[in-house]
């Protein structure tokens, strides 16, 4: 089982750069940037190692020292100092700590520092043992950010995960509402049951009853098999309705009548099937301007937005940004098999000035992009897309459900991206799947 340790440090950038070095030597570990992080994190949770840098924004590394001593002795704490900071350190050592690091940081001397550590407290033995590697799941791949929208979505997540009450997440596209509804079943008493992640665009109103209520075999031309629908699979646990605004009225309504009754029939049964599911659902679009057009009944609309949250563009967490830079980098560092250790000022700059129109998914795919085209130890701006380097007025963007003509409003960012769906979607606020269902809509061939 690998060692758990706990980095406490404000570069978010340094901080995340030693998780990265620390995890491929098989230790699993979490990051706080603040001491009132660290000290929820140590009492929720129990660390072999923790190694904090001495000062930090809001306290002291001295008492998240005398925290940690107070809720875990056993647990090893090393401080990260720089050169002015010595002799505080040093008097540390009288408070408890196991030593001492100096600043800029050797990971040969943090890495025998902390095994030297562990073999103190016999976590482990004396004969060196092989790293475990560790795993990222998606639960933890849900990074918490330092800004005041995050602290608010986090405060939210927490509020909220523990009763039953169905959530409308709603912000643009690739701002993570998967990834918050997914936090909000783990930290759930649902936690051990189901999660089911349906993509509303994805079913075509023709299967849609089969698809969330599951079918017997030769109910209808086609069902060669029993099939279990979405409601049934997360019997227990949580249902997910990934943009929900795209269901058809019809389909709504079997939905509204299901949530009601906690029941459902698959097609051709005369059975019903009680199910105990939470039911979180999902938006880019202002459900309740569409209520008011009439495309969405609005008793469903209430039924589903019992506790709403909304999530903030990318551009608007400038705090944040960076932390989900390193986040991406070290993910793609993983994925491709490469080292790049971080980003040039310049890619920093712009990464802060870049408006972001795809939010977290476009800065995923963009860091990956360029990791795989980074030939020396920094991201640089060459290997960037080009479209980041346009200036701000030339960056325009659509919201398809601020327009009073959407088939208007479709064409004009067709015409602008050169016939792009990809790009017209990101430009449109929208993921690409609803623009397929609005071309159809409309009739537009391309």
């Known amino acids: 089982m690998s060692s758990k340790i706990l980095v406490v440090d404000d570069d978010t950038s340094f901080c995340l750069m030693l998780q990265t ?42 008492q998240v020292l005398k925290t940690v001593k107070e809720i875990s002795f056993d647990t090893q704490v090393i401080l990260m100092t720089g050169y002015t900071d010595i002799k505080t350190a040093v008097n540390s050592m009288k408070l408890g700590a196991y030593d001492y690091v100096g600043k800029p940081i050797n990971p040969d001397e943090i890495l025998h520092t902390i095994n030297a550590a562990l073999k103190k407290t016999n976590i482990q033995d004396t004969k060196p043992v092989a790293p475990q590697k560790a795993v990222a799941t998606e639960s933890v791949q849900f990074v918490k950010g330092i800004s005041n929208h995050s602290n608010q979505l986090h405060e939210y997540i927490s509020l909220v995960a523990p009763t039953n009450m169905s959530v409308l997440i709603i912000g643009d596209s690739g701002t993570g509402k998967e ?111 569409a209520v008011k057009r009439g495309d969405f009944r609005e008793d469903l609309y209430h039924r589903l937005n019992e506790f709403c949250i909304q999530v903030p563009k990318l551009s608007e967490r400038k705090n944040d940004l960076m932390i989900f830079a390193n986040h991406f980098l070290a993910q793609a560092n993983d994925d491709l098999e490469k080292d790049v250790i971080g ?43 080009l479209e980041m380097l346009e200036s701000p007025e030339k960056q325009v963007t659509y919201s398809l459900y601020s327009q009073q003509d959407e088939e208007t409003a479709i064409r004009q960012a067709l015409e602008k991206t050169n016939y792009n769906k990809s790009k017209a979607a990101i430009m449109l606020d929208i993921d690409r799947k609803t623009l397929y269902n609005k071309l159809k809509l409309y009739n537009i061939e391309l």
């Open 21 to 62: 070095f620390l995890q491929k030597k098989g230790f699993e570990v979490t990051n706080a940037f603040t001491a009132k992080d660290a000290v929820d994190i140590i009492k929720a949770e129990k660390f072999d190692i923790v190694l904090t840098d001495i000062r930090l924004p809001d306290s002291d590394g001295l």
């Open 343 to 385: 980003f040039s000022d310049d890619v920093t700059d712009l990464f802060k000035n870049y408006e972001w129109p795809g939010n977290l998914r476009e800065m995923k795919n963009i860091i990956k992009r360029s990791v795989l085209l980074t030939k020396s130890d920094y991201v640089t701006i060459d290997v960037l897309p």
């Open 179 to 289: 990834y918050i509804a997914h936090s909000i079943h783990m930290q759930s008493k649902r936690h051990a049951k189901p999660f089911i992640a349906v993509d509303c665009g994805a079913i075509p109103k023709e299967l849609a009853s089969s698809e969330f209520f599951g079918h017997l075999k030769g109910s209808f031309t086609g069902a060669i098999n029993d099939k279990i629908g979405h409601f049934e699979a997360a019997n227990g646990g949580t249902i997910f309705l990934d943009e929900v605004g795209n269901l058809s009225y019809d389909v709504q309504v079997q939905l509204l009548r299901a949530l009601q009754e906690r029941k459902v029939k698959p097609i051709g049964s005369n059975q019903e099937i009680k199910v105990d599911i939470r039911v979180i659902a999902a938006t880019n679009e202002d459900l309740a301007e």
